[in-house]
């Protein structure tokens, strides 16, 4: 078989004869020029100026298997329009055809391909020598020998010219059966039509061979002629096999997506019937087999392709071999094995100098500390910097020095997260990112917007920027995720899932993970994300609801994964909600000593600053749910300190409301209350609603404490519960107490005091604003108690019992729907 030529492309030839002719109509040739290019180029320059989809990308790599195995793509182009004759009822198609069955005999292809030169326009030296010799130069259109087309029809003379006489043999038997199935329609073009006409020295010896003219045909095509298409060898070579190898790779390499199945299908076909099978449909197959979490099958896949790559003259990439090894191994949870593996890559590679490779694995030796520091710690104690930086500045260096423009766009990536880890100057921070993007827009690097642009959204989450962090997943998802790996598509969408749930659209944030292109999850470990990241919104869902069976059931299924599976930020994120769902059951024991397994994790690896500040703010919220807030005041003023310093002003907010809440049970209400009120505008910014139906809380239990300060200073007295009871709203008041207080309304007394109640009612009616927002039955119970004890106090027993019937109603678990502020 040959290795370039088949019958699609002699296809494509003949079609290129006919545009060289001048057969194909005006309206014609852009969709013909397209057809071939994208072709010969493998890429669709009707989509060229926008970015294809991933479905449109496998759509164009279904066609080109689709074309190699059946004559009906070129139908597909060429029927639609009128033949440039303007003969009535004949179209393109039809001169097509005339074009193929032309060829009607080996000896009529071996003409075929001796007439390609002339498609190529002259070049001077051989119009000199027509003049010479008195001939006039060829006019009319020909291709140039540099295009696309020029290369390609030199590409296929030469190798026409290359091949034996049974090579030609099997590429004439290979297009025969190609063009077959135009057999019927080309019958009623042709009233001449035989069932010997595919073969023209069969017609003219059939007068001579009378009845043996059907055995001289089986002894001439042997089988082909008496079986069917499914058992016929499919006209592939290997060079197609070969390109569409390189196609898949680099898919998934570059996007992170698999194949479909039925092009994967359709593919194996192809392998199964080439002669020769290309070393590279073994690395196809290993990251096949990768993405689809198949882990003895990597192995088998991973081994057969360096194999075969060591006994031919690749042995100089070896440490390829490791590095892909020691991957892989990462990726299945074997990490003590990928270090091992990957040091001896840097052995290799220092040994063969091959700097690209030893900057990789630094790299990647980086990311992975980053992921697992207690794996890497004795290593870096050992034989690596333990400065995060240092290591960072010199792959930058080192890969601006070998051109690695990718690897120095992610150092300089890495080096503003780890900035913002280590809680450095945001500035410092952002003069990184403007390098990086800097280096993007050069360079063009596509790919590397997605990281750009997450860090981005990073940045914004710690500033407070709600709006910003969902105009950038916003920006990502509409111009950009065409062209960036399918993880950083799936991490933003799930990022801009979580920031609707944050502000209790549960309906619309479910709505966005289903709205996933199916094919993105064709990835085992995007599959797994995406399963993951769902089970945490509803776990926080049914937390907030209060359906704690639901939420064990759930959080004890989320659990089952291991830390090694998940990036670190889901593991923290599972992590505090497992001690919500310990604190919410009363298990205050259990959520506190996980709390401290935490912390010395932490102390120990040296993570990032939020989370030690998130840690710190979830001891001070449980020794609040003990009843002892004011033990929590060390943790708060840290967490605070720690904030300010990161300028992490989300978590500043709830830092300070900490502190005012401890400042309720120290009886400060004032500087309690002037806290809030200065950080409220701003945490409304952040489109945290439980935070803020949280802060107003606290605002209301400050302005029911001064209430009670005033009511003491004006001499009125005002009841013990309103002096020691109220920092806790939700302890009733005896009805003489609210005689008290009603007759003290009426006689002029009271005035601040009847202010400040005001304020902790229209306080207590936005915290229950957020707080159904974000559907959290518990706090809502809250909040309803306090407002009608508040009632009780104004003497408004009508709506205090209207509040309580609320709160009855929400412990039984109904009528959340009804609540309003």
Not at 511 to 517: N, P, T, V, Y
């Amino acid at each position: 078989m040959s290795r370039f030529l088949t019958p699609a492309k002699i296809g494509l030839l003949a079609l290129m004869e006919l545009y060289v002719e001048g057969a194909v109509p005006n309206d014609a040739i852009m969709p013909v020029l397209g057809f071939i290019s994208s072709l010969l180029l493998n890429r669709d320059l009707v989509t060229a100026a926008a970015s294809p989809s991933p479905a449109e990308r496998w759509k164009r790599a279904d066609r080109n298997i689709a074309l190699i195995v059946s004559v009906k793509e070129f139908k597909k182009v060429l029927a639609p329009f009128a033949a440039a004759d303007g003969v009535p009822g004949r179209r393109l198609w039809d001169r097509f055809l005339e074009k193929l069955w032309g060829i009607d005999s080996l000896h009529g292809l071996r003409e075929f391909f001796d007439r390609l030169p002339n498609l190529i326009a002259r070049t001077k030296d051989e119009l000199r020598e027509l003049a010479a010799h008195g001939h006039p130069p060829p006019v009319g259109v020909f291709l140039t020998r540099s295009s696309i087309f020029g290369v390609f029809v030199r590409r296929a003379h030469g190798n026409s010219r290359l091949l034996q006489l049974h090579q030609t043999a099997e590429v004439w038997k290979l297009f025969v059966k190609y063009r077959h199935p135009t057999a019927g329609h080309w019958r009623k073009r042709n009233p001449l039509y035989g069932r010997l006409s595919f073969d023209s020295v069969l017609m003219a010896g059939e007068q001579q061979w009378g009845n043996h003219t059907e055995a001289v045909a089986v002894a001439a095509y042997g089988d082909m002629l008496l079986v069917g298409d499914h058992d016929v060898t499919l006209p592939v070579t290997y060079d197609d096999v070969e390109a569409l190898s390189e196609f898949q790779i680099d898919q998934m390499q570059k996007y992170g997506n698999r194949a479909p199945r039925d092009v994967r299908v359709k593919f194996q076909r192809l392998v199964k019937d080439s002669h020769f099978i290309p070393s590279l449909s073994h690395y196809l197959s290993f990251s096949d087999a990768t993405r689809a979490g198949d882990y003895p099958m990597s192995f088998d896949y991973l081994y057969r392709y360096f194999d075969y790559t060591m006994q031919k003259s690749d042995r100089l990439f070896y440490q390829y071999a490791l590095m892909n090894l020691a991957i892989v191994q990462s990726e299945f949870g074997s990490h003590e094995e990928a270090i091992d593996t990957m040091l001896e890559t840097v052995s290799v590679a220092r040994e063969n100098r091959d700097l690209p490779c030893l900057n990789f694995t630094l790299n990647w030796f980086f990311h992975f500390g980053r992921a697992h520091p207690n794996l890497i710690y004795d290593l870096e104690n050992s034989s690596m910097p333990t400065n995060e930086k240092a290591s960072l500045a010199y792959l930058r260096v080192r890969a601006r020095e070998t051109g690695m423009w990718i690897l120095w766009c992610s150092t300089l990536q890495s080096e503003a997260k780890v900035g913002l880890a280590r809680g450095d100057s945001i500035s410092a921070a952002m003069e990184d990112m403007v390098r990086s993007s800097q280096l993007i827009v050069l360079r063009n690097m596509k790919p590397m917007v997605g990281p750009q642009l997450i860090m981005r959204i990073s940045l914004w989450d710690r500033l407070g920027l709600a709006n910003m962090s969902s105009m950038s997943c916003e920006a990502f998802l509409r111009c950009y995720a065409r062209n960036c790996l399918l993880e950083d598509e799936l991490k933003v969408i799930c990022r801009l899932a979580g920031l609707l749930a944050g502000k209790g659209k549960y309906e619309e944030a479910f709505a966005r993970l289903e709205a996933i292109d199916p094919s993105t999850l064709c990835n085992a470990k995007t599959n797994q994300y995406w399963h993951f990241y769902r089970g945490l919104l509803k776990l926080r869902r049914d937390l907030h609801r209060g359906n704690l069976v639901s939420s064990e059931t759930l959080l004890s299924q989320l659990l089952q994964t291991g830390p090694e599976d998940l990036e670190p930020d889901m593991v923290f994120v599972l992590d505090s909600l497992h001690m919500e769902a310990l604190t919410r059951r009363g298990d205050l024991d259990a959520a506190f000593t996980k709390l401290d397994g935490l912390m010395a994790q932490l102390r120990e690896t040296n993570r990032d600053i939020s989370l030690r500040i998130r840690l710190l703010l979830i001891k001070a919220h449980i020794f609040d749910c003990a009843g002892r807030p004011e033990k929590g005041f060390s943790a708060a003023m840290r967490a605070a300190r720690l904030a300010w310093r990161a300028r992490l002003m989300s978590l500043i907010w709830q830092s300070l409301g900490a502190l005012a809440n401890i400042m309720n049970s120290l009886g400060e209400f004032e500087p309690a209350a002037r806290l809030c009120v200065a950080i409220l505008p701003r945490c409304l910014e952040a489109d945290a609603a439980h935070t803020a139906g949280w802060l107003y809380s606290v605002l209301a239990d400050a302005r029911v404490g001064q209430a009670a300060s005033a009511a003491a200073e004006e001499g009125h007295g005002g009841p013990a519960g309103l002096v020691g009871g109220i920092v806790l709203p939700m302890r009733n008041l005896s009805l003489e107490h609210t005689k008290q207080n009603h007759q003290q309304q009426q006689h002029g007394g009271g005035g601040k005091r009847e202010e400040y109640l005001v304020q902790a009612h229209d306080a207590l009616g936005s915290a229950g604003k957020y707080f159904a927002d974000v559907e959290d039955v518990q706090k809502l119970c809250e909040v309803l108690a306090k407002k009608a004890t508040l009632m009780k106090m104004m003497g408004q027993d009508g709506l205090a019992e209207e509040y309580a019937r609320r709160y009855l109603l929400l412990r039984r678990g109904e009528g959340l729907e009804m609540y309003c502020g």
